[in-house]
């Protein structure tokens, strides 16, 4: 049984920085997708980052990039969503998930929201302007 959980969420003013971190239990072996995705209220949840846990390549929605960064601790079995330049917009329930099968490329992560098969509870994220 895969478990994810994530921790760092919180309120914030627009233009601060939060920093999200998903923990996979023990028995989690991640072979090859980690990502980030929100849920607004009204609105169907979207794809935020993900990562190729094997060669650590990072994908971005085109609206946070150059604001957040992901990454992966293959040792500790985390990965963490670094948000910076916080806009009210970003306001969201913010997911981690992983996908057990194999997943290439950016559309893979991007369609994640649909398709990825582990996913955590999910951390709220406010940004106050």
């Known amino acids: 049984q895969v478990q994810l959980v994530e921790s760092g969420g919180g309120l914030v003013q627009a233009g601060g920085s939060l920093r999200l971190s998903c923990a996979a239990s023990a028995r989690t072996f991640i072979r090859y997708a980690a990502g980030w995705f929100r849920q607004a209220p009204g609105k169907e949840r979207e794809f935020v980052a993900g990562i190729n846990w094997n060669s650590g390549a990072t994908y971005f929605a085109d609206d946070v990039k150059g604001r957040f960064t992901i990454s992966r601790d293959r040792n500790k079995n985390t990965v963490d969503l670094q948000m910076t330049s916080l806009k009210p917009e970003d306001t969201a329930v913010y997911y981690c998930?992983?996908?057990?099968?194999?997943?290439?490329?950016?559309?893979?992560?991007?369609?994640?929201?649909?398709?990825?098969?582990?996913w955590g509870q999910g951390t709220q994220v406010t940004v106050s302007s």
């Open positions: 998930a992983v996908e057990k099968d194999y997943c290439s490329g950016y559309t893979c992560y991007a369609s994640g929201s649909k398709t990825f098969d582990y």
